[in-house]
């Protein structure tokens, strides 16, 4: 935020922009949201939509839990291994930014390593059991079914 805040002031101000900022902040972006992935996971803090969970049975939304943490464990393993092969091909091929030659594999690497996590984390969900509430959370919120 603040790479991105010099250099729009830069440009505005002094009509020079720092040279790659754009790049660090994309691969910056990369750290943060994959970073955060994993952890957003396992702390079910997902988007729900949870409308019709109070309707359905708690088999129901069990099975539903078991069947999405099925799916997104494999989808995000998946997408982990294409990120780690992409990475070894980029990293054979010396590929690199543009302006401030970086090395992409590790940063692909990196996506590919915590995609994997995720996965797991994923995986390990269908084993445990995931509280169904129709009571106000903690918080204060009000919430109701599985969140995923």
Known sequence: MVLTFFDVGGRKLLSQSIPGSFELTE????????????????RNEHVVFDSLDKYLPEKVLRLQGILINLLVGFAMIGLGYLMFK??????????????LRIDKA????GMGALCALTGMVHMFFIFKPVAV???????????SGVAL
């Open 27 to 42: 691969l910056l972006m990369v750290v943060v949201i994959f970073g955060a992935i994993p952890l957003v996971s396992e």
């Open 106 to 109: 590790p940063f692909l690497y």
């Open 86 to 99: 992409t990475g070894q091909q980029f990293a054979i091929n010396g590929d690199t930014t543009a302006q």
């Open 133 to 143: 509430n129709d009571d106000a959370d903690s918080d204060g919120s009000a919430t």
